[in-house]
């Protein structure tokens, strides 16, 4: 299985436009799709809602952003 993360924050037309590129390729068999956003105030949340039911396999986490100190949670 291949896992594809994506990391992102206030950048919702990056975010559709990354997304869009992934739905278009021939196949998505074993892929898994992360997203991970920093608490957007943009429609970054809107658009991975948009995109949930595109990828079989996918988690789409919206969480405030603790810098790399939250990571060693």
């Not at 919702?12 to 196949?27: E, H, I, M, R």
């Not at 105030?41 to 919206?62: H, I, N, P, Q």
């Amino acid at each position: 299985m291949l896992t594809i993360i994506i990391v992102n924050l206030n950048n919702d037309s990056g975010l559709q436009k990354t997304l869009a590129s992934l739905v278009n390729q021939d196949n998505l068999e074993g892929v898994k799709l992360v997203v991970m956003d920093g608490g957007s105030t943009d429609k970054s949340k809107e658009v991975m809602a948009s995109f949930r039911t595109k990828f079989l396999k996918a988690e789409f986490v919206s969480e405030p952003d603790e810098g790399i100190t939250g990571g060693n949670r």
